[in-house]
């Protein structure tokens, strides 16, 4: 990607500044672990047995882990090295788990969701052979390049597989770590989730697609098997959950995971005429709720979610 600065109604070209050191990518990622991912750091350089993983983090969101792996070479295979590492998370569960309550400092009575574990690779590049064996609809990877230009401005792109084909195909067999690993991690994508939506279900995504495509910023993530996350740029604007006969939406005015959210000076007020959403509140969370069933008031609807969507950066 070309990257130029703009002055005096002309545009420069600013050049690459390549990292000299792997190490030189890991410290900028831990650092900003949060602002990036949108992720907690736990730890960097964490063992297990004969392994070593670069950067251990934890997803709030769905309480999973996620590796994260920096390289600078392309000598190595992300399939062997990603599986690898997904195996052995998942037959030391407890060392995982107990590392991030030595490092938070929590109880070790925390409930892990081990389907979404990830791994996540970042290099300046990949090549065509990395790439491809990845292309895969299931595989639980990422591949992210970072390059960072001469005017500090740092670009991370993520390669995105294009086909539908499962993984499992190849990973057959009885002592394949592919399948044992498969087993227990459900990667999730747009076409699995539509592929269990009755059709008032899918004309209602459909329509909020349609009618929300002009948002600047708006990611519709289907990661999760039975919700829909609506984000603008790295923040959520309206999780949607799927239903029997259609959707729940719900809207966050707050949010406070250590339980004072009754505190929380950050509250998003809907203003709501027709009274469409209904208010629910816990220790953790304010939110707007409201039951998805037809896109009889699908414009009202938008309307509303887009009070949220402007109200965010």
């Given amino acids: ?27 900028l990622i831990e650092e900003n ?31 999973s882990f996620v590796i994260i792996e920096y390289k600078k070479g392309s000598s190595y295979s992300v399939i062997d090295q990603g ?17 991030y309550c030595r490092k938070k400092k929590v109880s070790v009575d925390i409930d892990i ?21 990845v292309n895969f609809q299931d595989v639980p990877f990422e591949l992210w390049e970072i390059t960072r230009y001469e005017n500090n401005t740092i670009s991370l792109n993520q390669y995105l597989a294009q086909s539908k084909e499962s993984i499992n195909k190849i990973g057959k067999g009885a002592n394949s770590v ?24 899918v004309e209602i995504l459909n329509s909020f697609i349609e009618k929300s495509s002009n948002w600047d910023g708006l990611k519709i993530d289907y990661s999760k098997k039975n919700r829909i996350q609506v984000w603008k740029n790295r923040k959520v604007v309206i999780y949607i959950d799927k239903r029997k006969n259609g959707f729940k939406a719900n809207m966050v005015r707050a949010m406070d995971f250590k339980g004072r959210v009754e505190k929380s000076k950050n509250i998003f007020n809907l203003k709501d005429p027709n009274n469409m959403f209904k208010e629910w509140n816990n220790k953790y969370k304010k939110l707007y709720q409201h039951e998805l069933n037809s896109t009889k008031n699908i414009d009202y609807f938008i309307l509303m979610v887009q009070q949220k969507y402007d109200s965010l950066n």
């Fill in 83 to 99: 599986y690898s590492y997904m195996s052995k998370m998942l037959n030391n569960k407890d060392s995982f788990v107990l590392e």
């Fill in 1 to 27: 990607m070309d990257l130029f600065s703009f002055k005096k109604n002309k545009l420069e070209e600013v050049n690459v500044k390549p990292f000299k050191l792997e190490r030189d990518i890991q410290n």
């Fill in 178 to 201: 592919i399948s044992e690993v498969n087993k227990e991690v459900k990667v999730q994508n747009e076409g699995i989730f539509r592929e269990s939506l009755n059709h008032i279900q």
């Fill in 33 to 63: 672990i949060d602002s990036i991912f949108g992720l907690e750091f736990i730890c960097t350089e964490f063992r297990i047995d004969e392994f070593r993983i670069d950067s251990l983090c934890f997803n709030e969101e769905n309480n």
């Fill in 113 to 133: 969701n081990w389907e979404d574990s990830k791994v996540i690779f970042i290099s300046p590049s990949f090549n065509s052979y990395q790439k491809n064996s």
